[in-house]
C-alpha cells in the first residue's frame, strides 16, 4: 500500500494538509461564519417573537370568536322569542276572531229564533182570531133559532162587542 | 428530532461500531508487542494486551449503545 | 491489469524544501486546495453576495450545513461552550468533505485517503482534548481513566483499558477515515478497471456497478465527514463534561 510505503512524502502532506487547514480555518472564522450565524440567531429571534406575536393574535381571536358566539345566541334567543311572541299573538287574533264570530253567529242564530217565534205568535193569534170568529159565527147561527129577538140582540151585540174588543186588543 | 436526523445518526453509529472494537484490539496488541519487546517477556504482554483491547472495545461498544438508548429515551420524553 | 493501489501513489510536482524537510506539492496537495477553495469560494459567495433574512438558494444550503453544526456542537458540548469551538469543528467538516468529494473527480487525488493526514488531524484532535481536559479540570482530569461506580478492586484493571480505549478513540478516528476513503476509491478503480479491459458486452456491467458506486461514495464522503465531525464533538464534550 502506497500509504504505507511512500514515507518521502509524508511529511509534505502532513505539512500543507496542515497549513491549509489552519488557513481555511482562520478564513473562514473570520470571513464566513460570523454573518450566517448573525442571520441564523436573527431568524431564529424574529420567527420567536413572530411565533409570540401570532400566539397573540391568536388568543385576541380566540376572544373575538367567543364574543361573536356569544351575540350570535343572543341574536338567536331574541328572535327565537320574537317569533313565539308572534306565534302567540297570532294565536291570541284567531281565538278572538274565532270567539267574535261565534258570538255573532250565535246572535244571529237568536235572532232568527226570535223572528221566527213572533210570526209563529203571530200566525198563531190570528188563527185563534179567525178561528174564533168563525165559531162564533156558526154558533150564532145554531142558536138563533132557540133564542128570542131581544136576547139574540143582547148576545149579537155582546158578539160584536167581543170581536171588537179583540180586534182593538190585537190592533188590526 | 426528525426522522432524518435519526437515520443518519443510525448510519453513524453502524459506521462506529466495526471499527471501535477492532481498533480497540488492535491497540492492545500493539503496546503488548511494544511492552514485550522492551522488557524481552515475550509473549505475556501481547496476550494480556490483547485481552485488555478487547475489554476496552466491548466498553466502547457498550458506551455507544448506552448513548443511543439515552438517545432514544430523551426521544420518548420529548415525544410524549 | 496493474496494481489498483498505484492510483493512490504520490508522485512530487514542483519541488520544495523547508528546514532540511522535504514539502513538495504534490496532486494530492493540489487537489486538497482545489476542494478547500471551491468550500471557500461558496462561502465567500454566500456572505458577498449579502446574507439576507430571506435566504437564496446558496444561503440556504450554508445555513443548513451549519445549523446542522451548531445543534451537534450544541448537543455534545454544551450550548454555553459551543460558540467557542464551532469555528474549529466546522472547519473540521468542511475540511473532511471538501477532501473527500473532490477525490470524487477521476482523476483528482482524495487527500483523506492518506494514513498520515487523517491521523495528524486525529491526533491533534486527541492533544486538544487532553489540553482542554487538563486545563479545565487540572489533575481531576485523571479521573476520566476510573469510570464511575467501579469497585476498588477492579481499579488497576481499569486503568489500562481505559488507557486502551482512550488511545483507541484517535486511532479509530484516523483508521476508519483512511480506510472507508481508500476502500471506496479502490473498488472504483478496480471496477473501472475491469469495465475498459473487457468487452462491451460484458463490460457494460462493471461500468453499471462503477456508477452505483459512485453515488454510494458520494454518501459515504459525507457520511464519514459527518462521523469524524460528530465524534470530534464527543471527544471534546466527554472531557469538557468528564463523564
Known amino acids: 500500500m502506497p500509504q504505507f510505503e511512500q514515507v518521502e512524502v509524508f511529511h509534505s502532506l502532513i505539512f500543507w494538509s496542515l497549513i491549509s487547514f489552519a488557513i481555511l480555518f482562520f478564513l473562514l472564522k473570520r470571513f464566513a461564519f460570523p454573518p450566517i450565524l448573525e442571520v441564523l440567531e436573527e431568524r ?41 311572541m308572534a306565534g302567540d299573538e297570532s294565536k291570541k287574533i284567531q281565538e278572538k276572531s274565532i270567539q267574535e264570530t261565534q258570538v255573532k253567529v250565535r246572535q244571529m242564530q237568536n235572532d232568527a229564533e226570535q223572528e221566527i217565534q213572533i210570526t209563529r205568535n203571530k200566525l198563531l193569534n190570528e188563527i185563534r182570531s179567525y178561528t174564533a170568529a168563525l165559531t162564533m159565527a156558526s154558533t150564532e147561527k145554531v142558536i138563533k133559532k132557540s133564542l128570542s129577538d131581544d136576547d139574540k140582540k143582547r148576545l149579537i151585540d155582546e158578539s160584536i162587542e167581543e170581536v171588537l174588543r179583540e180586534m182593538e186588543s190585537r190592533g188590526v | 428530532m426528525n426522522k432524518g436526523s435519526e437515520f443518519r445518526r443510525g448510519l453513524s453509529i453502524a459506521f462506529r461500531l466495526g471499527t471501535e472494537l477492532t481498533v480497540a484490539v488492535m491497540i492492545g496488541a500493539v503496546m503488548g508487542y511494544a511492552l514485550d519487546r522492551y522488557f524481552n517477556s515475550k509473549p505475556w504482554f501481547l496476550a494480556a494486551g490483547v485481552i485488555l483491547g478487547g475489554a476496552a472495545g466491548c466498553l466502547n461498544v457498550y458506551r455507544v449503545s448506552k448513548e443511543i438508548t439515552v438517545e432514544n429515551d430523551k426521544d420518548q420524553n420529548n415525544g410524549v | 491489469m496493474e496494481n489498483p493501489l ?135 482530569f ?52 475491469l469495465a475498459m479491459s473487457t468487452p462491451l458486452m460484458i463490460g457494460w456491467l462493471p461500468f453499471g456497478f462503477t456508477v452505483a458506486i459512485n453515488g454510494l461514495e458520494i454518501a459515504i464522503a459525507f457520511i464519514q465527514a459527518y462521523i469524524f465531525t460528530i465524534l470530534t464533538c464527543v471527544y471534546i464534550g466527554d472531557v469538557i463534561h468528564l463523564h
Open chain 1, 44 to 84: 431564529e429571534n424574529k420567527i420567536r417573537s413572530e411565533i409570540g406575536d401570532a400566539e397573540k393574535l391568536r388568543q385576541e381571536a380566540e376572544g373575538l370568536k367567543a364574543d361573536l358566539g356569544r351575540e350570535l345566541k343572543n341574536a338567536h334567543e331574541k328572535a327565537q322569542t320574537i317569533i313565539q
Open chain 3, 6 to 140: 498505484h492510483h493512490f501513489e504520490i508522485h512530487p510536482i514542483v519541488h520544495l524544501s523547508l528546514m532540511g524537510f522535504d514539502i513538495s506539492i504534490s496532486k494530492a496537495v493540489i487537489a486538497m486546495w482545489v476542494g478547500l477553495s471551491i468550500v471557500f469560494g461558496l462561502f465567500m459567495l454566500v456572505v458577498k453576495s449579502g446574507v439576507r433574512l430571506i435566504p437564496g438558494k446558496l444561503q440556504i444550503v450554508a445555513e443548513i450545513s451549519l445549523g446542522f453544526i451548531k445543534d451537534m456542537v450544541e448537543e455534545f458540548i454544551g450550548e454555553k461552550e459551543a460558540p467557542k469551538y464551532f469555528p474549529f469543528i466546522a472547519t473540521i467538516f468542511f475540511f473532511v468533505l471538501a477532501c473527500n468529494l473532490i477525490g470524487m473527480i477521476p482523476g483528482s487525488y482524495t487527500i483523506t485517503s492518506q494514513l498520515v493526514v487523517t491521523g495528524v488531524f486525529a491526533t491533534g484532535i486527541f492533544i486538544l482534548t487532553l489540553f482542554i481536559g487538563f486545563a479545565k479540570h487540572g489533575l481531576h
Open chain 3, 142 to 193: 485523571f479521573g476520566i481513566l476510573v469510570p464511575p461506580g467501579v469497585p476498588k478492586i477492579m481499579i488497576p484493571i481499569m486503568i489500562p483499558i481505559e488507557i486502551i480505549s482512550m488511545i483507541a478513540r484517535p486511532v479509530s478516528l484516523s483508521v476508519r477515515l483512511f480506510a472507508n476513503m481508500t476502500a471506496g476509491h479502490t473498488i472504483l478503480y478496480v471496477l473501472f478497471g
